[in-house]
């Protein structure tokens, strides 16, 4: 467990997935490369987040979340993590 008993990142299969399609498609990303990327990514997250809630309109966020959620949709069925 992690602060606050919270799960790690680290001890998720998600991470593991990730680590490894990412490594399978670009070989020259070292796990020390996709860790700190990773954590600076969802570190930085909640400044993300604000920023855009900030600028957004509803309409548009909707657009964003669908266009996000095909793509991540689209990555796990290219690398087989699931079947549709």
């Given at each position: ?29 070292t ?29 548009l966020?909707t ?22």
């Open positions: 467990m992690g602060k606050k008993n919270k799960l790690n990142l680290s001890e998720l299969k998600f991470n593991k997935t990730v680590r490894e399609a990412i490594q399978s498609k670009f070989p020259d990303v796990s020390s490369d996709f860790t700190r990327k990773a954590g600076e990514w969802f570190r930085l997250g909640a400044q993300r987040y604000k920023r855009r809630s900030n600028k957004l309109t509803p309409a966020e657009e964003i979340n669908q266009y996000t959620a095909d793509y991540i949709k689209k990555v796990f069925i290219s690398f087989r993590c699931i079947k549709i």
